[in-house]
């Protein structure tokens, strides 16, 4: 079975920086597709950014210029590095790994609280 585990998340104030880390047990270069969500309470989850095994790149229009999603095979994991946070970019967030061979796969984490103050 696979794992995914964040870390990384925590308290910062606006305008500071945070990296996500997502460990993947087993390969990633299984899956073509990583990404990153995030969730407030009482809302439903939504895509912060998303990268594909090519090395493209998708990011939510709130996050742009500022979040950058990445992937080291090597090291089976996927990073989020998080620049000038928002209070509105407090949540909790979760890695998401999504692979189609040789079955539709779709793993998640457990999350990382990520909380920012003004």
């Known amino acids: 079975q696979v794992q995914l585990v964040e870390s990384g998340g925590g308290l910062v104030q606006a305008g500071g920086s945070l990296r996500l880390s997502c460990a993947v047990s087993?390969?990633?270069?299984?899956?073509?597709?990583m990404g990153w969500y995030r969730q407030i309470p009482g809302k439903q989850r939504e895509l912060v950014a998303r990268?594909?095994?090519?090395?493209?790149?998708k990011y939510t229009d709130s996050v742009k210029g500022r979040f950058t999603i990445s992937r080291d095979n090597a090291k089976n994991a996927v990073y989020l590095q998080m620049n000038n946070l928002r209070p509105e970019d407090t949540a909790v967030y979760y890695c998401?790994?999504?692979?189609?061979?040789?079955?539709?796969?779709?793993?998640w984490g457990k999350g990382t609280l990520v909380t920012v103050s003004s």
């Open positions: 998401n790994a999504v692979g189609f061979s040789p079955a539709i796969m779709d793993y």
């Open positions: 087993g390969s990633i270069s299984s899956f073509k597709l």
């Open positions: 990268i594909f095994g090519s090395g493209v790149t």
